[in-house]
């Protein structure tokens, strides 16, 4: 099957590469940042709940 394409000019290929790269950008911080915060929990979170570490006298 044949279908007509519209491709637009560089002009807004390029203004549209530049916001979308920008979005995957934050989408790969946010990624990284994901993981780190996970391993953090996994690692915490059951020295916690066992008692190894107390935070009860910690002020916020």
Avoid: H, Q, W
Avoid at 20 to 27: A, G, K, R, Y
Avoid at 30 to 44: G, H, P, V
């Amino acid at each position: 099957m044949m279908y007509p394409i519209c491709i637009p000019e560089n002009e807004y290929l390029n203004r549209f590469n530049n916001i979308v790269s920008e979005m995957l950008e934050t989408i790969n911080t946010n990624r990284t940042e994901n993981k780190a915060l996970t391993a953090i929990r996994d690692t915490l979170l059951p020295k916690l709940m066992n008692g190894e570490i107390d935070v009860s006298e910690v002020e916020i």
